[in-house]
């Protein structure tokens, strides 16, 4: 998750570590100060690790939700479209047909690998075993030529490689046949354009590629035909089934996708006319991996959110660790200074301590992130599974990449390291005299003033960036962050006329009172009238909040989708 973040982080963790390299080759009196403390302070240094590895573990755990976010969603690419990449369909019996005959010249184009005319429609399903009745509302029925399918995207699998079932014969996916609980040479009934078809299940199909193709869900019960038998039916009642003309990209499930623009670009040429008089043309396996990226990125970042707070526990844990073991060695500070050892030595004792801790930390806070993004996973999916109902759930598919791991490390050594380095920079600075005799110094009046100026334009500044926020209630994240950040920036104006406690209190006070939620402006009425593509929903009607659309209303469902709605991305 986030490579663009790799190279920045590497390196500005190995500056850090060139930085520490070069003190302790070039400084052997802070490199001797740094580790002998390390081996006084066992207790205190197992405290400043414990407080290094939970912010690391918390970024690699928040990294590894996006990239399991990202390839659950991804998975339908896979599972749903396989080698299909764009389509061209039409209602339309005598335009679908002519739209596959121009199609047909995409075969000898070298960006393609496979072209494949299917004719579907939804139907309901039923079997008798053993007496009981067993039923599937939604089935999707397709005709198709079964020698072209086989060979549908050239060397990757079709999904749907097995013989044509001819006359009175079907061909079901795994999941239609766990849901009938059929098999080969069993009879199922299929119940489209209000007339039974009585057929044989010749052959059972893995649901992917081909195989599980559909319309909308992320699980399709699909039946699949010879050429000419659903024709058949829809004529005898009138009606026509959708014509479909599947277009498969040279290249694998996700490599075929930058070709997409191009064989777009050529299919619309070739409909010509067609593609303004109601043939569709749809770059669907783009479309479902926009959304993963998406979802991915939108999970990582949402949890990333909710662990910030833990992360900065993690931060004051250390800069308070470090200030209390300055405190212990004061007097020997104050000695060091006095002999003539200058702050940047001192500051640099204090680098090379703080490189060992988070360096421990940061291998074994990459370990403990990935257990925690992989319980985290497991509950945030049940948790989306808790808007979607039947065959729109989300299935779990962890995953983890060594990219995530490595920013994971590499940003929570480069945090750690600098909260250590600008602490021990405050820390060199105080009075030679004062840390001898061990003397309480209190801070200058211009100092008191200055930190209070900053204090209240900082403030200001974020007080004015969250009213839109907090009235519109566009941004979740920033909704809770910059009232807080307000607050905490107007800790050093109110020290500068109350006691200390009695001004933290008040910050932390004004963070919490409205229970952990700033009130935010309702969902805007929606007033889209066509259906949307990716996440146009989400942003034009449903800010902030689970959506989905429906296909009855022509609306989005914003909140818990109701039945008709549709979740998934390609439509």
Not at 161 to 168: N, R, Y
Request: with cysteine; aromatic share 6%.
């Amino acid at each position: 998750m986030y490579p663009e973040l790799t190279m920045p982080l590497v390196v500005l963790a190995g500056a850090a570590l060139a930085y520490v390299l070069m003190v302790v080759a070039r400084q052997p009196v802070a490199r001797r100060l740094s580790l002998r403390q390390i081996a006084r302070r066992p207790t205190e240094s197992v405290l400043v690790v414990l407080g290094s590895v939970l912010g690391t573990a918390l970024l690699v755990a928040s990294f590894t939700v996006g990239d399991s976010l990202d390839r659950s969603v991804r998975q339908s690419a896979y599972e749903v479209l396989g080698p299909i990449d764009e389509y061209a369909r039409t209602a339309d019996a005598a335009q679908g047909a002519g739209a596959a005959r121009r199609l047909e010249v995409l075969r000898a184009d070298p960006r393609v690998d496979g072209v494949l005319t299917v004719r579907g429609d939804q139907a309901a399903a039923q079997r008798t075993d053993g007496g009981d009745l067993l039923a599937e509302p939604r089935v999707l029925v397709w005709e198709l030529d079964f020698a072209q399918a086989a060979r549908f995207g050239g060397a990757n699998r079709s999904g749907l490689d097995t013989a044509d079932p001819g006359p009175g014969g079907v061909v079901i996916n795994r999941t239609l046949a766990d849901s009938l609980r059929a098999g080969v040479g069993d009879e199922v009934s299929l119940l489209a354009y209000g007339a039974p078809l009585r057929l044989v299940v010749r052959a059972v199909v893995p649901a992917e590629g081909l195989g599980g193709m559909g319309v909308g869900a992320s699980v399709n019960r699909s039946a699949f035909l010879s050429p000419g038998t659903l024709a058949a039916a829809a004529q005898h009642a009138g009606r026509a089934p959708v014509t479909s003309t599947l277009v498969s990209n040279t290249g694998g499930v996700e490599d075929g996708v930058g070709l997409t623009d191009e064989v777009t670009g050529r299919i619309r040429a070739a409909l010509g006319t067609l593609a303004a008089t109601g043939t569709e043309v749809a770059t669907v396996k783009r479309e479902v991996l926009d959304a993963a990226e998406q979802a991915g990125a939108l999970m990582g970042s949402l949890f990333l959110f909710i662990a910030s707070f833990s992360i900065v526990a993690g931060v004051m844990l250390l800069v308070n660790i470090f200030v209390m073991l300055a405190e212990e060695r004061r007097g020997q500070l104050g000695m060091l200074r006095a002999v003539g050892m200058r702050r940047r030595r001192v500051t640099a004792s204090f680098a090379v301590e703080a490189a060992v801790y988070t360096g421990i930390a940061a291998i074994l806070g990459a370990g403990l992130g990935v257990l925690v993004g992989r319980a985290v996973v497991g509950v945030a999916v049940r948790i989306l599974n808790g808007w979607s109902t039947g065959d729109q759930r989300l299935s779990l598919t962890f995953a983890v990449t060594p990219t995530s791991v490595l920013n994971g490390m590499a940003a929570g050594f480069v945090v750690a390291f600098l909260a250590v380095v600008l602490t021990s920079v405050r820390i060199a600075r105080q009075n030679v005299i004062a840390a001898i005799r061990d003397l309480d110094v209190r801070p200058r009046r211009r100092q008191v003033r200055r930190a209070a100026v900053t204090g209240a334009v900082g403030t200001a500044l974020l007080a004015a960036a969250a009213l839109p926020v907090v009235v519109t209630g566009t941004n979740g994240a920033l909704i809770y962050l910059l009232p807080a950040l307000a607050a905490a920036s107007a800790v050093p104006l109110l020290r500068a006329w109350l006691p200390a406690r009695l001004a933290y209190t008040l910050s932390a006070a004004t963070v919490l009172a409205p229970g952990g939620r700033w009130p935010t402006s309702s969902a805007r009425p929606c007033t889209t009238t066509s259906r949307p593509r990716r996440t146009s929903c989400w942003a034009a009607c449903c800010p902030s909040r689970p959506w989905c659309w429906s296909a009855s209303t022509r609306t989005c469902c914003c909140g818990r989708c109701r039945a008709g709605c549709w979740t998934t991305a390609w439509w």
